[in-house]
């Protein structure tokens, strides 16, 4: 896990090997937990769709923390007690719909919607076209109902950070050798 402020991002946490017979929703259970045990100063956890689930969601809620992550293309929904397959509502707007809106620099075209998801959360969605290089569209979501499509895009954003440390630490330290695949 890793603290990201304005002033740079510092790994937490960090271990070469997870611990026998803990799950990854389970470790991020405890690596949040441990976090708030350090009296860490934060109010958001951004983690990828691999680790979105009650679990988490539910203990960040109870903790006061907001938490952002991605949205897998697949996920069911509810917008007016009707189910949807979220990512296909969402391609189905109209370009008019999907607004322009800056993000540290980059111009990236999105559209938002509040919902229920299968779990009956509430949360916020947002759907980005044509993020970075990739034409696909990418949905993020949020327990931060308030928060604008820019604050949601740019929280998400900080995971780049995250992404970076763990690619330096296995090139450059030599922690590639220490990877269990099976």
Request: proline share 3%; net charge positive.
């Amino acid at each position: 896990s890793h603290l990201v402020t304005p002033h740079g991002h510092y790994p937490i946490g960090f271990r070469i090997r997870m611990p026998s017979g803990v799950g990854k929703n389970r470790l991020a259970y405890w690596l949040i937990n441990r976090a708030l045990k350090m009296e860490l100063l934060f109010k958001t956890v951004v983690f990828d769709a691999w680790y979105l689930c009650p679990l988490l969601t539910q203990f960040c809620n109870e903790n006061g923390l907001k938490w952002v992550s991605r949205l897998k293309s697949n996920r069911v929904g509810f917008i007016g007690g009707k189910r949807i397959n979220i990512m296909e509502w969402f391609e189905s707007l109209p370009a008019s719909a999907r607004h322009l809106v800056n993000v540290d620099g980059q111009k990236i075209r999105c559209a938002a919607k509040t919902l229920r998801l299968s779990s009956k959360e509430k949360v916020r969605v947002v759907a980005a076209y044509e993020l970075g290089l990739t034409k696909e569209t990418v949905l993020i979501v949020t327990s931060a109902l308030g928060w604008n499509p820019e604050s949601i895009l740019r929280a998400y954003g900080h995971r780049w950070r995250i992404e970076t440390f763990y690619r330096d630490a296995k090139q450059n330290l030599g922690l590639e050798s220490y990877l269990v695949r099976d």
